[in-house]
């Protein structure tokens, strides 16, 4: 089973549209990232958050992690062709153990022109 | 500031073939490091991670292994390579604390012919 479920695992729009992706678990963690990958590369950090109701701001994306530290969203505002990678969030210290990143299946972005 | 190098970039290997990754960092010291596997660009599968020289943790039963000669070298091996071992691997370091970031190389797509 997978510890931590992204949602959706693709999603295809145009370019100044709106979107979020979740990251959902049933585990409390102590911290989670969030990272976004492309082709060919490793992916590169993005966010952490460690607070139940956290909001951070990065320019157009929001992280939001939620009260009970068992999930945690990523809102684009108009979204832009450089959007594109795969999203991807990770959690450590579940459950008061590992502080090893659990990584999910990730969300495919890609934003058209 | 600390860099993170893996290489090869591609390498394709014949079944059977042996194999050897090999990760550097530069510019910090006594990481923890990782080898993470990632399929058909979707999450991240920790292989192995290690604590420190000589310290290896394995995650998932395999056919391969990992070596810390150094403490910033990271080196991923098999003796025997199958087709199910064809994927894109990466190398991570942190620093040992819940939420610390994981840094990553650009990793190695390895087909297995």
């Known amino acids: 089973t997978q510890l931590l479920e992204q949602s959706p695992q693709f999603l295809s729009i145009q370019e100044g549209e709106n979107l979020t992706v979740y990251c959902n678990s049933s585990s409390v963690f102590s911290s989670l990232q969030w990272y976004r990958q492309e082709p060919g590369e490793g992916p590169v950090l993005l966010v952490t958050?460690?607070?139940?109701?956290e909001v951070k701001k990065l320019k157009r994306l929001t992280f939001q992690f939620g009260d009970a530290r068992k999930d945690s969203s990523l809102h684009i505002t108009a979204a832009q062709t450089g959007d594109t990678g795969l999203y991807l969030c990770a959690g450590s210290g579940a459950s008061g153990g590992s502080y090893i990143p659990t990584f999910g299946r990730g969300t495919s972005l890609i934003v058209h022109p | 500031s600390q860099t993170i190098h893996q290489w090869p970039a591609t390498l394709v290997q014949p079944v059977g073939s042996p194999l050897s990754l090999e990760c550097t960092v530069e510019?910090?010291?006594?990481?923890?490091l990782y080898w993470y596997r990632q399929a058909a660009g979707r999450g991240l599968q920790l292989l192995f991670y290690s604590v420190g020289i000589g310290q290896i943790s394995s995650e998932v039963p395999q056919n391969l292994s990992a070596s810390r000669p150094q403490d910033r070298q990271f080196i991923l091996s098999s003796k025997k390579l199958l087709l199910s071992d064809s994927g894109f691997y990466l190398c991570?370091?942190?620093?040992?604390?819940?939420?610390?970031?994981?840094?990553f190389g650009n990793g190695t797509r390895l087909t297995v012919t």
């Open positions: 958050v460690v607070t139940g109701g």
């Open positions: 991570a370091w942190s620093v040992i604390r819940v939420g610390s970031p994981l840094h």
């Open positions: 510019g910090t010291s006594n990481p923890n």
